[in-house]
């Protein structure tokens, strides 16, 4: 049989477009390197007025049975989202009784064939591609936080219905002796709902977002102190949201614990001022992606949920569409604890003297 491990889906003038990754598992279990003459993968497309009808349509052209347990990611086109039918998609493969809840799901506005043919660096196998295993590269920078299909379902089934969908560009910032080669990178959220797109927020309007995520292993954080410009490595990042009735309208105060590694400096460095400065952008970023999702109607950090979960009554009350309004004013504090910091394998001086 064949072994489907990725899938994209595309709707272009009134039918689905479906796109699927066959891998070849021969060498997978022998080596993380496979064979760098062997085929690893192959890639079929197939339309249909239904999901399942391509689905059906694809079988046509298969010499072997086509296997779905080991489908491991989808990718969604922008125009299938914006159009509102992934909950379309979402509900045939969630029928389907060999499919599982921990594929990953992307989003991304390139050509979806093209994606799935990029193999990843150094002739690595497919199994250790971006796509098939983010929580690879996330435990070392916890940017953009991946989301798998279980989660998918309960976001858009919870208040306030929005979820947030990584987005995947091509780019070629890897070269090797012979040529530039296309791999896959993150590049933004998409917000999403049952009804199509809300917003797509870049790589720097969605900061603030991983430090509200209790999945957060480490991240870098840029920031300026005084004339420097300094980098420090946070992890064991640990987020609170608590909040208190006003009126009809409730404020939010959020309290993010953290530590804090700082190794990105070329001149000695007081240890209390580098403290303030890091809370402060880390306060920043928080409040510019929420500002940025006031804007564009999207409940950044899910605070329609606290209140849904820790207030039924006023959510009732107050609730419109699923979520409750939201302004600048929403969210009243924002504490940054700093429970250690450290200047990695040294003290705050410098390794080179002047």
């Excluded at 298969?62 to 509900?91: A, P």
């Excluded at 996330?138 to 990584?166: A, C, G, M, T, W």
């Excluded at 190794?263 to 580098?274: A, G, I, M, Q």
């Excluded at 009350?317 to 990695?344: F, M, R, Y």
Aim: hydrophobic residues 40%; charged residues 25%.
């Amino acid at each position: 049989m064949y072994y489907i491990y990725g899938l994209g889906v595309d709707y272009i003038d009134g039918e689905y477009v479906v796109t699927a990754q066959i891998i070849d598992f021969l060498n997978v279990a022998k080596s993380e390197q496979p064979n760098p003459s062997a085929q690893q993968v192959a890639v079929g497309t197939a339309k249909g007025k239904t999901v399942y009808e391509a689905f059906f349509n694809l079988y046509h052209f298969l010499d072997m049975k086509l296997f779905w347990g080991h489908l491991t990611y989808v990718i969604f086109s922008n125009n299938i989202v914006e159009q509102g039918r992934g909950n379309t998609v979402v509900n045939s493969l969630n029928r389907y009784r060999e499919t599982r809840y921990q594929i990953w799901i992307y989003m991304t506005d390139e050509k979806i064939a093209d994606v799935l043919q990029v193999s990843p660096v150094l002739n690595k196998s497919m199994t250790a591609s971006k796509l098939a295993d983010p929580m690879n590269s996330f435990k070392q920078e916890s940017y953009y936080d991946p989301l798998n299909f279980r989660e998918l379902i309960i976001d858009l089934n919870d208040p306030s219905h929005e979820v947030f969908v990584p987005v995947i560009k091509l780019k070629k910032d890897w070269k090797t002796k012979d040529e530039s080669e296309d791999h896959i990178e993150f590049d933004g959220m998409a917000a999403a709902y049952s009804g199509g797109l809300k917003a797509v927020l870049t790589k720097e309007e969605m900061a603030g977002l991983r430090w509200l995520n209790d999945r957060t292993v480490r991240s870098a954080l840029t920031f300026d102190m005084g004339d420097a410009r300094l980098s420090a490595v946070i992890r064991g990042v640990s987020a609170e949201i608590t909040f208190a009735e006003d009126g009809s309208s409730p404020q939010f105060n959020i309290m993010v614990r953290c530590e804090a590694i700082l190794s990105d400096f070329d001149k000695e460095v007081n240890r209390l001022e580098v403290i303030d400065a890091i809370k402060k952008a880390m306060e920043d970023e928080i409040r510019k992606t929420y500002e940025i999702g006031v804007e564009r109607d999207v409940d950044v950090y899910q605070l329609s949920e606290i209140v849904y979960r820790k207030k039924n009554r006023l959510f009732k009350e107050i609730a419109q569409d699923g979520k409750i309004p939201l302004n600048e004013n929403s969210l009243k504090s924002v504490t940054i604890e700093i429970q250690k910091l450290s200047a990695a394998r040294k003290e705050f001086t410098q390794t080179v003297g002047d």
